[in-house]
């Protein structure tokens, strides 16, 4: 049965409801690497990176930036809470390279002024941005 | 009776106070509106944030966890939201009377202000404050929540305050703006939602649960603070346009009965002169 294998998911932000709606699939990035979660999966709470996530239905799939926040598995409902979350067409690729740029400067320069931590999420921000405006 | 050069002085001041209370009414209502729709976004991730920490929290069961109890400090950390500008009708007053008016001993009481008019009032009233952030109250971002929610974090693990609370101004709408006092950390959850969410499945956590929570609980700080600054903002704007429109209809009415003192004044005037101008003709005659 093809409905049976949607499961509802939300993707909410601080300044929006970016997502709401029904997707048999999803892809993306934690701390403990990629994942992909299909229905009736086990209760679960994980930590995201930043990178790139793909939603997909019958229809196709989409792509889309995710930066920070967790993620709530419920067996037929999976809500994300990420701080910041962007469509490609919202992302200025331009600007996202220049940050990867800058970001790997930083991360060479061994400057104990810069902190290393957050260059590298600085990177990793860009790169999920360059990603998700590819696929788009 | 006063004379007509009088009256006419003070219908003029108020004609020009009238104005002024006008166009704040107006620049008010259009950031009402900006501020309003910001803080309508902002709420379903706020509420979310709220229901998936505290069903998180319920499900992980006893756990030993720091942030969920209170710590070994008297002190208690104390957020308050208000404005950095007043004629806003009882906007600030409210906030500070909640702080004032709670169960939290002046003492024990350490305050993280945001907006000036509540840090001013509160430290006449000799409360002691422990940090200043009235500059993000205009435009509030994610990342100044973020900021103030680590501060906050800090401050409460290194016991330098044993219980962190929130005073901010909730908007239901336009027109209710309602004070609130929350408790932010130790993390509360009321029982009967603990019973009815136990009964679920537990949860599983990746990494585990303490890094989890490590990571969740900033971010649920950051978000329920985010959350007050937005209604907070859109409050204020509500509080002044409310008060500058009731200002503008007392000046409107001041000014008529005004008019009419001056228009009887001058009726005054004007008989007497002719009573003046005929009794002086029929002496000549």
């Known amino acids: 049965m093809a409905a049976d ?22 892809e993306l990035n934690t701390t403990e690497g990629q ?45 994300i809470m990420a701080e910041a979350a ?18 790997e400067r930083r991360m060479q320069m061994h400057d104990s002024n810069i902190n290393l931590t957050r260059a590298e999420l600085a990177l990793h921000r860009a790169l999920a941005r360059i990603d998700a405006s590819r696929r788009g | 009776m006063a004379s007509m050069r009088d009256i006419q002085r003070r219908k003029n001041s108020i004609t020009s106070t009238s104005q002024i209370t006008k166009a704040m009414k ?14 309508e976004n902002s709420r379903p991730y706020f509420q979310y944030m709220y229901n998936t920490v505290t069903s998180m929290l319920a499900r992980s069961g006893s ?20 404005s950095n500008r007043g004629l806003a009708g009882g906007y600030n007053s409210n906030v500070t009377k909640l702080v004032t008016g709670s169960s939290l001993k002046k003492e024990d009481v350490l305050l993280y202000t945001i907006g000036r008019k509540g840090r001013d009032s509160l430290e006449k009233q000799g409360y002691q404050v422990a940090e200043d952030y009235s500059d993000v109250i ?5 990342s100044d929540a973020k900021r103030i929610g680590q501060r906050l974090l800090e401050d409460f693990a290194e016991e330098r305050v044993g219980e ?11 027109v209710v703006h309602e004070p609130k ?90 008989t007497q002169e002719l009573t003046e101008i005929i009794a002086g003709a029929e002496a000549i005659s």
């Open chain 1, 5 to 26: 294998k949607y499961f509802e998911l939300e993707i909410v932000c601080p300044d929006r409801v970016f997502f709401q709606g029904e997707a048999s699939m999803i």
């Open chain 1, 35 to 79: 994942v992909g979660i299909y229905k009736r999966h086990i209760p679960m709470t994980m930590i995201l990176d930043p990178g790139l996530l793909i939603i997909k239905d019958d229809e196709g799939q989409r792509a889309a930036a995710l930066h920070e926040g967790f993620i709530e598995i419920l067996p037929d409902k999976i809500s």
């Open chain 1, 86 to 103: 962007e469509w490609p067409n919202e992302i200025d690729l331009n600007r996202a390279e220049e940050a990867k740029v800058r970001a």
């Open chain 2, 26 to 39: 107006l620049v008010s209502t259009v950031k009402l509106q900006k501020t309003k729709e910001r803080a």
């Open chain 2, 63 to 82: 756990l030993d966890y720091p942030y969920l109890k209170s710590g070994a400090s008297e002190k208690k950390a104390v957020v308050v939201i208000t």
């Open chain 2, 138 to 142: 205009n435009a509030p971002l994610f």
């Open chain 2, 164 to 174: 962190i609370y929130l005073a901010y101004t909730s908007f239901k709408n336009t």
């Open chain 2, 181 to 270: 006092l929350m408790k932010l950390l130790p993390v509360e959850f009321s029982e009967a939602e603990l019973s009815v969410e136990e009964a679920k499945t537990p949860m599983n956590y990746e990494p585990s649960e303490e890094e989890a929570l490590d990571i969740i609980i900033p971010k649920y700080l950051a978000s329920l603070l985010y959350g007050a600054l937005v209604e907070a903002a859109a409050s204020e704007n509500g509080a002044r346009m409310q008060a500058m429109d009731a200002a503008t209809s007392n000046a409107e009415e001041m000014i008529d009965s005004l008019t009419l003192q001056y228009n009887r004044a001058r009726q005054g005037s004007i």
